[in-house]
């Protein structure tokens, strides 16, 4: 509990407020506290108050943990709930005084348990002047279509036997397998979104009380066991599950947060009717958003063998028993014809267009240097060529990624090749083999822009043509 709250404040508290709740017929509610759930009564109660409209913001506003901390505002909050609970008094002895309301406990029973009936079913209020027998028909009405949408279909409906039982077991233990990988999986996703919230300098000085928090929750998650067997497994309907809205949400309410209700079916839900099938996506979307796939810890390997089936797990475990398999026979798989294609592909291409950049470049900045700037700085023709080279050099390192990225939107992709594959010598001979084909090609296609340059006999004869033009 916060501090200078306690549990027998909190009750009276609690205790106050359900007798306004019943008196006044409002929706929002208190619930008990306890050392679990004092966060939660905080926010009832806020709620609460803002539903009587409290005139007091030092009981509304702030800090939700930090509004009780000083005894004037208890003491406040107190006295705030002792004038609701006399007005409330007086109010429901007025209706009652005037007929609006019964006064008879039984009915006053009866009438909390229809109104509970009524909302959930979403049964429209009644107007005061309306048929208790039509309300009644009505309630029974929708009564009836809940509990025929509610209707138990079993999911197993063959007879069983010596060959149906060993299935049934088999999908009971794959059952428990699959919710604990699922319990692997969310907790290390919640240790990733509170790590991402800590960033918050906000946060940070309150670093040790979350990461206690969080290590509680993990450690409670952690201890949590499927416990499924055949009697579970054969109990098992398709009964939809049914969320009712929270108070907040059924009316326009000044609440600032209502925590959801869920009404869960008496089993769970499962498929239809019939034998048995199991459908599930692809994982290959989940792999490329994997933060990383080097494995390091077993948790690391429980996590990514988490997000498989079991048919990809097994397909998993063949391949990783060949290859361990293999490397203890000391035998390495030669490249085949395909992969060797594929590797020299995946080398060459990007390497010709690393070529065609650099002689183009090269070239372009060697040739404008030597005409334009060559008499002024009075550079050779070689020293324009370094450094035009210079030039093309700088800009490759900017255009390396382009060529990179063109490359992978062409679709070429590097083959699948082990570890020993890649440091074998036909690997690596093909490696080098195809950058040095690939950067022979690009540098002779780079070479283009000599035809649109004239040589330096052609530059002279214009010259001459030119001041004989200009003496006649």
Known sequence: MPDGITIDFAAEVAKQCAEIRDLYEIEECVRPPSEQNWIEFLYDLSAFLLELGCPHEQLTCGEITSRLEHQSNRDLLSAFLDSEVKTARLVTLQKIESGEMFSDKRDLELTNVLDSALKTLNVPKQAGTSNEWKLLESLRQKADGRVGQSCRNPLFKATLDDKTLPEIEKQCEMFSRDFYNRLLLLNSRLKVTVE????????????????????????????????????????????????????????????????????????????????????????????????????????????????????????????????????????????????????????????IGFGVLDNMIMILAGEYIDQQLGTVLAISTMAAAALGNLISDIAGVGLAHYVEVAVQRVGIKHPVLSAEQLESGKARFTTNAARAAGLTIGCLIGMFPLLFFDDDDDVDEKKKKKKKNQEE
């Open 196 to 351: 991402s919230f800590l960033w918050n300098a906000r946060l940070k000085s309150h670093k040790t009380e979350i990461q206690s928090i969080l290590a509680k929750r993990v450690e409670a998650i952690g201890k949590v066991r499927a416990e499924t067997d055949v009697a579970h497994l054969l109990a098992a309907s398709s009964s939809l599950l049914y969320i009712q809205k929270a108070s907040a949400m059924e009316r326009s309410s000044p609440a600032r947060m209502a925590f959801a209700t869920i009404g869960r079916a008496s089993t769970r839900m499962l498929l239809g009717g019939g034998p048995p099938k199991y459908v599930r996506c692809s994982t290959t979307a989940a792999f490329k958003h994997l933060d990383k796939l080097i494995i390091e810890t077993p948790d690391d390997a429980m996590e990514i063998a988490s997000r498989l089936t079991i048919t990809e797990q097994q397909f998993l475990k063949t391949a990783l028993e060949e290859c361990m398999l293999k490397r203890e026979k000391g035998k390495v798989a030669d490249l085949t014809p395909e992969q060797v294609k594929g590797v020299f592909l995946v080398n060459s291409i990007p390497f």
